[in-house]
């Protein structure tokens, strides 16, 4: 964090750009495809809350886990591509 802020504007975007082909876009693969047989199984299954008047499809919670990591992964390209925009700028 502290050389971060000494880089240029160019600098952060190389480093915003490798950080997330690195480290945010395999660790998201790793949650979307480990979360999507997670809820995949629990629905198979037909898994509901064991608490009275709980939740009756469990799964429902389970797949949010997989739509939330395809969002931030959404986010992440998103990021990459400003970076990528700002390296190649000419100005």
Known sequence: MFFY???SRKG???VDLLGGA???IPWCY???VSSWYYGLSS???GEGSP???GLPALYILK???TLGFVFLLLQ???HMLKSIQIIFNKN
Do not use: N
């Open 30 to 32: 790793v949650v979307i």
């Open 22 to 24: 690195l480290l945010l």
């Open 63 to 65: 797949f949010c886990i």
């Open 76 to 78: 992440g390209i998103s």
């Open 43 to 45: 629905f198979m299954i």
């Open 12 to 14: 952060k975007a190389w």
């Open 51 to 53: 608490q009275p008047g």
């Open 5 to 7: 802020t000494k880089l």
